[in-house]
């Protein structure tokens, strides 16, 4: 009998074909109060399931009783309850690096932005209020030749430190658990106390993932350590960032200006304070959201699951030693 796998994001034709080849497969694209009884009965048979978006806690997983690997199309892996996974020896794999170039540009897109008011300004264009030359009230920062710091240099980190000192000419500073050397040999980035990033840095950019650990480490203090001229840009998730205080400090003054692609709660609510605000640029967690990269990420996930459900160790495992402890002595899944 084949294998029962669930997919939950809507995938290309010639994924689903691929998998169908193999399981016996459920498709859902997305899901919602509509279809959620009938997901979580197509969970609840699954060995198999890949998707992205759906929070994962460990009520629902329980449900999911014979699940054994779990294929995520993201790099990042706050949705599941990593802890419950480990401990009934699910496999969960992720999506880094394919997407890691498209996500810096996407910051970049956003530090440029938010320094140039280039959303304020096209707005202003497009609804007839351009009458005038611009005067210095509507006039931008520079981006070029000033200090960026990055809150985490990983695979963005590095990709967008690339794009900061080898395109704009930028110093590049950073804070993170462990030293970038090939960022510092490249890049000459240095790495500082997470105080004296955010006191030093023109633009502070988060790439972090959310853990315990980094859940709301930008705070009200931390937006007081920076100066009044800087920028905060977000591209990782929205709750490593106290969101309430980003509010504030963008009203006080405290700091210029933020570039989100991430919030704490998405979509983001229409009636946050931050829409309102002609200093914030806010985009609809578009990091990845290109053609070529979301279809390479599809390909990646299908691929370790299929790896996974045939008995290969998947590529791209978010703890190998959940692999190690329940099939590699074994051979594989199958
Ligand atoms: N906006 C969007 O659409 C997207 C958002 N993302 C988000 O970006 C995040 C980063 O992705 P990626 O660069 O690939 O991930 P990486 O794991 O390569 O980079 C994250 C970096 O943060 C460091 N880090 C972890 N905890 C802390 C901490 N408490 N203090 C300082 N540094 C810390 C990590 O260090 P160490 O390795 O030592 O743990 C690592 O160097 C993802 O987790 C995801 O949430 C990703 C893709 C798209
Ligand atoms: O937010 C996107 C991701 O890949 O993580």
Redesign the pocket.
Known sequence: MKKKVVVYKKLAPSLIAELESRFDVTAFDGVNDGNRAAFMAALAEAEGMVGASVKFDAAMLAKAGKLRIASTI???F?TFDTAFLRQRGIVLTHT?GV??ET?AD?VFALILATARRVVELAELVKAGRWERSIGPDLFGTDVHDKTIGF???????AAVARRARLGFGMKVIY????A?PSVEADFAAVRLP?ERVLAEADFVCA?????P??EK?VDAAAFARMKRSAFFIN???GRVVDEAALIEALRAGTIAGAGL??FEKEPLPAASPLLSMPNVVALP?????THETRAAMAETAVADLIAGLEGRKPAHLVDESVWQARYADAGGMA
């Open positions: 993201s790099v990042g706050d880094p997407l890691t996500v996407t809150l985490g240099m990983g695979r963005i980190g804070h993170d658990l462990h970038a997470i790439l972090l993932p959310l853990l650990s980094t480490l591209g990782s998730r692609d991430v967690h578009i990091g990845s959201a």
